[in-house]
């Protein structure tokens, strides 16, 4: 029922920029839900990447990405945005977004998201 379509993914060069986009088909997707990002690398388990509450607007971001990625929303195009900079080649994954629902699980956790996209690539080469 819900679809969410992420894009933007590209191959660009380490510190380049990139924008994701994690777009719904109306607002009610998002209205009193949370949007995360999520990453998997070839051969290794999907891992978070940052979370952001739609009604308040609290961010959430992993370690590895703290600083140097940005979290935002677009209430009336119903998208949500990661903002990427200084891209290191440790970034190369396929990007997901996913609505959060539960809130009692950590934002990291998995359990906490009932709808996925299907995934952006980024690549980011040296």
């Known amino acids: 029922q819900v679809q969410l379509v992420e894009s933007g993914g590209g191959l660009v060069q380490v510190g380049d920029s990139l924008r994701l986009s994690c777009a719904a088909a109306?607002?009610?997707?998002?209205?009193?839900?949370?949007v995360g990002w999520f990453r998997q690398a070839p051969g290794k388990e999907r891992e978070f990447v940052a979370v952001?509450?739609?009604?308040?607007?609290?961010?959430t971001y992993a370690d590895s990405v703290k600083g140097r990625f940005t979290v935002s929303k677009d209430n009336a195009k119903h998208t949500v945005y990661l903002q990427m900079n200084s891209l290191k080649t440790g970034d190369t994954a396929v990007y997901y977004c996913a609505r959060r629902y539960r809130y009692y699980y950590p934002a990291s956790d998995e359990r906490e998201y009932d709808y996925w996209g299907q995934g952006t690539q980024v690549t980011v080469s040296s």
């Open positions: 109306s607002g009610r997707t998002f209205s009193n839900f949370g």
């Open positions: 952001i509450n739609w009604n308040i607007g609290r961010t």
